[in-house]
Nanobody, 115 residues
Protein backbone atom coordinates (compact mmCIF):
# COMPACT_ATOMS: atom_id res chain seq x y z
CA UNK A 1 0.00 0.00 0.00
CA UNK A 2 1.47 3.33 -1.07
CA UNK A 3 1.34 6.05 1.57
CA UNK A 4 2.00 9.75 1.15
CA UNK A 5 2.72 12.02 4.10
CA UNK A 6 2.82 15.78 3.62
CA UNK A 7 4.52 18.20 5.97
CA UNK A 8 5.65 21.81 6.04
CA UNK A 9 2.37 23.67 6.08
CA UNK A 10 1.62 26.50 8.46
CA UNK A 11 0.75 30.15 8.89
CA UNK A 12 2.80 32.75 7.03
CA UNK A 13 2.44 36.41 6.22
CA UNK A 14 1.81 37.63 2.71
CA UNK A 15 5.08 37.70 0.79
CA UNK A 16 6.57 34.91 2.88
CA UNK A 17 7.74 31.45 1.95
CA UNK A 18 7.02 27.86 2.88
CA UNK A 19 8.41 24.53 1.72
CA UNK A 20 6.12 21.52 1.60
CA UNK A 21 7.41 17.96 1.58
CA UNK A 22 5.73 14.74 0.51
CA UNK A 23 7.29 11.49 1.64
CA UNK A 24 6.15 8.40 -0.24
CA UNK A 25 6.46 4.85 1.03
CA UNK A 26 5.37 1.42 -0.10
CA UNK A 27 5.52 -0.34 -3.49
CA UNK A 28 6.20 2.68 -5.72
CA UNK A 29 6.49 2.10 -9.43
CA UNK A 30 9.61 3.86 -10.68
CA UNK A 31 7.79 5.69 -13.47
CA UNK A 32 5.33 8.10 -11.91
CA UNK A 33 4.20 11.67 -11.69
CA UNK A 34 4.13 13.50 -8.39
CA UNK A 35 1.82 16.43 -8.07
CA UNK A 36 0.60 19.05 -5.66
CA UNK A 37 -3.02 20.10 -5.58
CA UNK A 38 -4.87 22.51 -3.33
CA UNK A 39 -8.39 23.16 -2.16
CA UNK A 40 -9.25 26.57 -0.81
CA UNK A 41 -12.29 27.39 1.34
CA UNK A 42 -15.42 26.88 -0.73
CA UNK A 43 -13.41 25.98 -3.82
CA UNK A 44 -12.80 22.88 -5.87
CA UNK A 45 -9.51 21.04 -5.68
CA UNK A 46 -7.12 22.39 -8.29
CA UNK A 47 -3.78 21.45 -9.75
CA UNK A 48 -0.79 23.44 -8.52
CA UNK A 49 2.19 21.68 -10.09
CA UNK A 50 3.41 18.30 -11.29
CA UNK A 51 6.77 16.69 -11.88
CA UNK A 52 7.48 13.41 -13.65
CA UNK A 53 10.06 10.88 -12.52
CA UNK A 54 12.16 12.21 -15.39
CA UNK A 55 12.00 15.75 -14.07
CA UNK A 56 9.52 17.37 -16.44
CA UNK A 57 7.46 20.01 -14.66
CA UNK A 58 4.13 21.74 -15.17
CA UNK A 59 2.65 24.65 -13.22
CA UNK A 60 -0.71 26.31 -12.90
CA UNK A 61 -0.61 29.84 -14.28
CA UNK A 62 -1.46 31.24 -10.85
CA UNK A 63 1.79 29.96 -9.31
CA UNK A 64 4.27 30.24 -12.18
CA UNK A 65 7.36 32.16 -11.14
CA UNK A 66 6.52 31.82 -7.44
CA UNK A 67 6.38 28.08 -6.76
CA UNK A 68 8.96 25.43 -7.61
CA UNK A 69 8.29 21.70 -7.59
CA UNK A 70 11.13 19.23 -7.20
CA UNK A 71 11.74 15.65 -6.16
CA UNK A 72 14.43 13.35 -4.83
CA UNK A 73 13.82 9.97 -6.43
CA UNK A 74 16.34 8.23 -4.16
CA UNK A 75 14.34 9.37 -1.13
CA UNK A 76 10.90 9.01 -2.76
CA UNK A 77 10.20 12.54 -1.61
CA UNK A 78 8.71 15.50 -3.40
CA UNK A 79 8.88 19.17 -2.52
CA UNK A 80 6.99 22.35 -3.24
CA UNK A 81 8.89 25.57 -2.56
CA UNK A 82 6.40 28.40 -2.30
CA UNK A 83 7.67 31.98 -2.43
CA UNK A 84 5.90 35.34 -2.56
CA UNK A 85 2.84 33.79 -0.99
CA UNK A 86 -0.49 35.57 -1.30
CA UNK A 87 -3.67 35.31 0.78
CA UNK A 88 -5.34 33.57 -2.18
CA UNK A 89 -2.80 30.74 -1.81
CA UNK A 90 -4.53 29.79 1.44
CA UNK A 91 -5.70 26.19 1.07
CA UNK A 92 -5.19 22.61 2.09
CA UNK A 93 -2.37 21.29 -0.08
CA UNK A 94 -2.46 17.66 -1.14
CA UNK A 95 0.29 15.50 -2.55
CA UNK A 96 -0.58 13.07 -5.33
CA UNK A 97 1.39 10.20 -6.84
CA UNK A 98 0.16 8.84 -10.14
CA UNK A 99 1.31 5.81 -12.09
CA UNK A 100 -0.10 4.32 -15.29
CA UNK A 101 -2.64 2.35 -13.28
CA UNK A 102 -3.16 4.04 -9.92
CA UNK A 103 -3.32 7.33 -8.10
CA UNK A 104 -2.63 8.00 -4.43
CA UNK A 105 -3.33 10.97 -2.18
CA UNK A 106 -1.85 12.28 1.02
CA UNK A 107 -3.93 13.56 3.90
CA UNK A 108 -3.21 17.21 3.15
CA UNK A 109 -1.44 20.03 4.94
CA UNK A 110 -2.94 23.43 5.70
CA UNK A 111 -1.29 26.57 4.35
CA UNK A 112 -2.65 29.87 5.60
CA UNK A 113 -1.38 33.19 4.27
CA UNK A 114 -2.34 36.26 6.25
CA UNK A 115 -2.60 39.70 4.66
Amino acid sequence: QVQLVESGGGLVQSGGSLRLSCAASGPIFSINTMGWYRQGPGKRRELVATITSGGNTHYADSVKGRFTISRDNAKNTGYLQMNSLKPEDTAVYYCNLATWSNGFWGQGTQVTVSS
